[in-house]
Each structure stands twice: as structure tokens, then as C-alpha cells.
């Protein structure tokens, strides 16, 4: 996951995935080269849920877990069922020179097959093409917390959990026609605690957020800002903060 973030966000990005080459002269002419990438298995793209699922099933849920490896150098001993996950995995390739021809085979099933001239990382490459919105999801939730001098594995869900307001539970308002995915980071929402409505800090605009994107890129709970609705199941989003001005002032009509 933090190769996936560091090629689409660094310039240097390539330098991130992890890679071999070998290559074999004789008598001082190049004969052939062996090169390991990171590839996708098959061009299926992945589910839209990838992203939350690699979170509960390896970091319980909390990207908190994902974010501290970065203090040991990102090692993760998971990772090659982690790439599976994410259908990802190392492959490899092969190119033989004779003179001035190049003929280009990949490792498919445990043999060597033909395959038209392979550009380097060409295959990740087109993973992150195809897998456009996994890209997003993962740049928005990782870009604010890894930086230069920044390692923030703070959970937003706990942050949120102090602008419940008991009175604003107990009016028993839900969303009507709750959006199925976070307008930022289009992460699917059915997956997240909090969801809200708020509006941006940089845009005079509202959004409906995941709670990392409501922390993170929104202007803050509260009145004429931003609602807090929590995932009740079944779809439904029970509003549970931000509706009165202040949780002391009572008689505040809300938004
Ligand atoms: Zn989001």
C-alpha cells in the first residue's frame, strides 16, 4: 500500500517498487536480461472496497497500524498476501539479445512465454490506470499522515466520537438519501463509523466525507459547518452532531 502511495505521489516514484535486474554477457556482449517487477495478476480491476478490507483484515481496521510501519522503513512481513489482496504480485521477465534484436518472454505458469517488447514498469503502470479509484482513495488517505516529518497515525473515527452530541442523537434525524461513496477519496462509505456533511476548508463548497476526509480536508463539526451522521447499518446515517450551535445552547434552532 505504501508503494502503491509513494509512485503515484513522489516524483521519483518509480524509485519506490520494489525491482531486480540480472543481466547475463558473454564474452563482453550482452546476451540477456532478467527483470522483476511488481505486476498485476490478471486485468480484472479490483473491488472498491480493496482498500478497507486490506485495513480490517491486516491493520484491524486502523490505518493508524498501516501508518507506523513507516517508522520502521515500511517493512510489512504480510506484504505478499497483502498483494494478492490488492491482486497484485512479483512477476517476472526476460529479454534476449542477439546483435541488435530484443525477443521478450514473461514467467506465466512456470514457463517462459513470448510476449510483445515490455516497456519497465508498463504493467504497474496500466494496475494503476485500471485502478484509478483504489489510486485516490489511498493519496487522500495517506497524504495528509506520511509527509516530510509527518507520521500521523491518529484515528479520525476517535476524533469524531467527540462531536456526538446526546441531544442531537436522542432528535432521531436521519439522512434522507444517504450518498453510497466519501465525495473526496470516493471510499465506500458503507464501510466507515462516521460519514459527513461539511464543508471544505480550502473551497466555499460542501461535501459529503468519509471521518478521515471530514479531519483531514473539511472545515469542522458544527453549526452551519458541517454534520456528523453515524452508520447505523442498513444504510441508514442517524445525525449525531453538529445540528446545535454549541452542546450548551439549547435553544439553537440547528443549521
Ligand atoms: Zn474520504
Redesign the pocket.
Known amino acids: 500500500m505504501l508503494t502503491l502511495f509513494f509512485t503515484v505521489t513522489q516524483e521519483t516514484g518509480a524509485l519506490y517498487v520494489p525491482t531486480y535486474t540480472l543481466a547475463i554477457q558473454n564474452e563482453g556482449e550482452l546476451r540477456r536480461i532478467y527483470i522483476g517487477e511488481l505486476s498485476s495478476l490478471d486485468d480484472n480491476p479490483i473491488s472498491a472496497d480493496a482498500f478497507t478490507n486490506v485495513l480490517s483484515n491486516y491493520y484491524e481496521g486502523d490505518i493508524g497500524m498501516l501508518v507506523m510501519t513507516m517508522t520502521w522503513g515500511g517493512y510489512e512481513a504480510r506484504d505478499i498476501d497483502i498483494l494478492e489482496d490488492l491482486n497484485l504480485g512479483y512477476g517476472s521477465f526476460r529479454c534476449d539479445a542477439q546483435g541488435d534484436e530484443r525477443q521478450f518472454y514473461r514467467m506465466k505458469n512456470r514457463r517462459w512465454r513470448q510476449v510483445p517488447a515490455l516497456q519497465p514498469f508498463g504493467e504497474l503502470k496500466s494496475y494503476l490506470e485500471r485502478n484509478e479509484r483504489l489510486v485516490r482513495i489511498i493519496a487522500?488517505k495517506l497524504g495528509p499522515r506520511i509527509g516530510p516529518g509527518i507520521c500521523d497515525g491518529s484515528r479520525a473515527d476517535r476524533q469524531l466520537e467527540d462531536h456526538v452530541d446526546p441531544l442531537t442523537v436522542k432528535q432521531g434525524k436521519y439522512y434522507i438519501d444517504p450518498p453510497n461513496e466519501?465525495d473526496?477519496?470516493s471510499?465506500p462509505l458503507s464501510g466507515e463509523t462516521f460519514m459527513s456533511d461539511t464543508r471544505l476548508k480550502e473551497h466555499d463548497a460542501a461535501a459529503n466525507?468519509?471521518a478521515?476526509?471530514t479531519i483531514y480536508y473539511g472545515a469542522g463539526i458544527g453549526w452551519g459547518v458541517g454534520q456528523l451522521y453515524r452508520n447505523e447499518g442498513d444504510g441508514k446515517w442517524l445525525l449525531v452532531g453538529g445540528f446545535f450551535g454549541a452542546k450548551d445552547d439549547d435553544d439553537s434552532t440547528g443549521p
Open positions: 487522500h466519501c473526496i477519496c471510499i466525507m468519509c478521515d476526509c
